[in-house]
C-alpha cells in the first residue's frame, strides 16, 4: 500500500522537527543537507522547495523555538505581584528547558546564518518584554527607567545561563532551582540604589602588591558592608 503523501503544513513541521533535533546534536555547520534529508526520509529537493536550503530550515527552527518559549513566558510574567512573576517566569523558563531541551540547545548555544554566536541576539524579543516590565516597575518606585534595558539583559542572562547549567545537572529539582534563581533576582531588584557607582582608589604597591608602584582597586558603593 502506498504512503500516504502529507500535507505542505504536516510536511513542513515534520521538517522542523526533524531539523530541531539535528540541529542540537550536531550545530548548523556540522550537518549537511543530505543528512537532514536522509533523517527526514525525502529528497533534498523537499527540503529546498521548503525552506531554501539548509539555512532557511534552521531559521524556521530558531522561529518556532523562540514562540514556544516566548508564549510560555509571557503567559505568566503579565500580572501578579513582581515577585510571583519572576518565579513564574524563571519556572516556565526551566519547564520550556525540561521539555523541549533541543529547542533550548539551539537558542543559547546557536547562531542566525551569516552571524556570530549570540544567544542575545536570539533572546532579544523575551529580553525586551522584560525590559518593558522592569521599567514599569522602576517607574512605579522612582528608578531611571532607562536602564531598564541593562537590567533586562541581566536577568535574562541570569536565568537563561543558570538554565543552561541546571541542563546538565538536574539538580536541586526544578522548583528548588526556580526559588533560588527568582530569590536572588528578586532580592536584587528589591535592594536597588537610584544610583549606584563603582569608586576607584589607589593603594599603593607595598598595600597592594601591584605591578607598576599603584594598583587600581574598587571599594564598595555607598551602603555596602562587608558579611
Not at 510574567?77 to 528547558?97: F, N, P, S, T
Not at 556570530?116 to 517607574?139: D, G, I, K, M
Not at 531588584?189 to 597592594?208: K, T, W, Y
Request: charged share 25%; net charge negative; proline share 3%.
Amino acid at each position: 500500500m502506498a504512503r500516504q503523501r502529507m500535507t505542505g503544513k504536516r510536511r513542513r513541521d515534520q521538517l522542523i522537527a526533524v531539523g530541531c533535533a539535528a540541529f542540537a546534536e550536531r550545530g548548523l555547520d556540522g550537518i549537511s543537507v543530505e543528512e537532514l534529508a536522509s533523517r527526514a526520509e525525502v529528497s533534498k529537493p523537499v527540503i529546498y522547495e521548503h525552506f531554501g536550503g539548509k539555512e532557511g530550515l534552521y531559521r524556521a527552527v530558531i522561529d518556532v523555538e523562540m514562540q514556544k518559549l516566548e508564549t510560555r513566558i509571557s503567559a505568566v510574567i503579565q500580572d501578579g505581584r513582581w515577585r510571583e512573576r519572576i518565579e513564574k517566569g524563571v519556572v516556565a523558563v526551566l519547564e520550556y528547558v525540561e521539555e523541549e531541551t533541543d529547542g533550548f540547545i539551539i537558542i543559547v548555544r546557536g547562531q542566525a546564518p551569516g552571524e556570530e554566536p549570540t544567544y542575545t541576539t536570539l533572546l532579544s524579543r523575551v529580553t525586551s518584554q522584560v525590559s518593558a516590565l522592569l521599567a514599569q516597575a522602576f517607574r512605579q518606585r522612582g528608578l531611571d527607567d532607562s536602564v531598564a534595558a541593562l537590567y533586562g539583559q541581566a536577568l535574562v542572562g541570569t536565568v537563561s545561563n543558570t538554565a543552561l547549567w541546571w541542563l546538565d545537572e538536574r539538580q536541586p529539582d526544578k522548583y528548588t532551582t526556580a526559588a533560588h534563581i527568582a530569590n536572588m533576582c528578586w532580592n536584587g531588584l528589591r535592594g536597588l540604589e537610584a544610583q549606584p557607582h563603582i569608586v576607584p582608589c589607589e593603594l599603593s604597591a607595598a598595600g597592594g602588591g601591584g605591578e607598576g608602584g599603584v594598583e587600581k582597586h574598587y571599594k564598595p558603593t555607598d551602603g555596602e558592608k562587608d558579611e
